[in-house]
């Protein structure tokens, strides 16, 4: 993994839980924000695996 890689993958890490706390405060019904947040987690898991191999 390169410095790139590495950096973007700490910031990611960092504004994850505030993305996901903007989306849960943000407007629209409960289902709709579920759903978001996991899309965003699985994107996210699997943006890590991809960083890591």
């Not at 993994?1 to 849960?24: A, Q």
């Amino acid at each position: 993994m390169n410095i790139v890689e590495e950096v973007l993958l700490i910031i990611g890490l960092l504004m994850f839980p505030y993305g996901i706390y903007e989306i849960w405060k943000g407007s629209g019904d409960k289902q709709t924000k579920i759903i978001v947040i996991g899309i965003s987690v699985i994107l996210y898991i699997v943006e890590t695996i991809l960083a890591l191999k």
